[in-house]
């Protein structure tokens, strides 16, 4: 394969409601999707941060650059193109795991298209569809939650996942406890929103037969999530503070977590991802997919891996009309509480082009 062409599609497509988290509020899924051309096949992926870093130190105009002037040049010298070579290509520029996955996975999707291999296939799944969880953001009060959770389990949702900060913890989950029972599955995520500090207050979750509690504290301190785990008996999970398999193998060792949401953005791509995985299902440490409410184009990759052996908890990739009252591709539905892993070669999907003409807010050519 040969890199022919790689363009930057901007798009903004409005979120069906305000998703909030305690690094702030999106109302519009803003960011841009990489379509690369070769001499073969074309691959398609998208961006999954936003235009502002809160998630992360990513943002989307930042990305453009470090694809155009640092990463698509290490990838057009090479002298075949081929996905597993993109990971090694670009470690010489540090950090940029989601600039670094977006490339990856176009080029990967190019690839699989060419061989007419889906990429779940290429990753190793073992399931054909994948148990549909849902992300429950921050609301302005206790009984707006309750008619969004009520609404989501209806919809067949088979897992609730709250956003919580200080201020929006305990008194969230003991009222949808208190209303949905005690055998729904349940989870937290914080997003990093509390310190060491407050380990006895968040000990205090325990009562509430929580899955887990996710990346409660400062980002990047396995240190400090191991004292956490030490006090809690709701298992921590990473997301923020894993950027590779070789930082889950230590989070591992040191009981920094008891589970693992792997997003293949925030480790730099699928190949990665993979090994996230590898590693934690080695150790008996169950495994999700996480997503950054991605477009059905970010969507369609991700439940591939969430189709993987280790991943044996409900992942965060939830239907498209949780997001969008329009997608950029076929909309994915919740079937059952299950979502379809796609089985067509590559990532399985291609942005309409109707739809996609319609969110685009620009083009920009990254290479040549
Ligand atoms: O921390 O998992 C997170 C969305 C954007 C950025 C970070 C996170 C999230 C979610 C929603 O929790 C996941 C989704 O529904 O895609
Ligand atoms: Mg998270």
């Known amino acids: 394969m040969k890199l022919a062409r790689v363009e930057a599609v901007h798009i903004a497509i409005p979120l069906v409601r305000p998703f909030r988290t305690s690094f702030g509020t999106m109302t519009t899924k803003d960011t841009f999707l990489l379509h690369v051309v070769t001499d073969g096949a074309e691959g398609w992926s998208e961006f999954a941060g936003d235009p502002e870093p809160g998630y992360c130190a990513e943002f989307t105009a930042g990305a453009q650059i470090v694809l155009r002037d640092f990463l698509l040049p290490r990838i057009a010298a090479l002298p075949a193109l081929d996905a597993a070579l993109v990971g090694p290509a670009t470690a010489p520029v540090k950090g940029h795991e989601l600039a670094k996955a977006a490339l990856e996975t176009a080029v990967l999707d190019a690839q699989l298209r060419s061989y007419g291999m889906p990429l779940a296939t290429y990753l190793g799944a073992t399931r054909e569809r994948v148990p549909a969880g849902v992300s429950v953001g921050i609301k302005p009060t206790l009984a707006a939650l309750l008619d969004d959770v009520e609404g989501y389990l209806a919809e067949g949702y088979v897992r609730i996942k709250l956003k919580i900060e200080p ?42 037969g929580l899955l887990l509690v996710e990346e409660p504290l400062t980002e990047n301190n ?147």
């Not at 009222?175 to 989870?187: D, H, N, T």
């Not at 956490?228 to 989070?251: F, G, I, K, M, Y």
Request: one cysteine or more.
């Open 222 to 368: 396995l240190h400090a999530h191991a004292r956490l785990q030490w006090r809690l008996a709701t298992p921590v999970c990473l997301d923020e503070s894993l950027h590779n398999a070789r930082d889950t193998a230590s989070a591992i060792a040191m009981d920094a977590c008891r589970a693992v949401n792997v997003k293949p953005a925030r480790v730099g791509g699928f190949l990665e991802a993979r090994r996230v995985h590898d590693v934690a299902h080695a150790h008996g440490v169950p495994v999700w997919c996480g997503g950054m409410l991605e477009t059905g184009v970010g969507r369609a990759a991700n439940l591939a891996l969430a189709a993987l052996p280790g991943c044996t908890l409900p992942g965060d990739t939830s239907a498209s009309a949780r997001y969008f009252a329009e997608d950029v591709t076929e909309p994915f539905v919740l079937v059952d509480g299950h979502l379809p892993v796609p089985r067509t070669p590559g990532i399985g999907v291609a942005p309409l082009p109707e739809a996609l003409a319609r969110f685009t807010k620009g083009r920009r050519n990254l290479y040549p």
């Open 167 to 208: 201020g929006w913890d305990l008194e969230p989950v003991r009222a949808v406890r208190e209303r949905f029972g005690a055998a729904l599955p349940l989870q937290v995520d914080a997003n990093t929103a509390y310190t060491l500090a407050d380990a006895e207050h968040l000990r205090r979750l325990d009562e509430f």
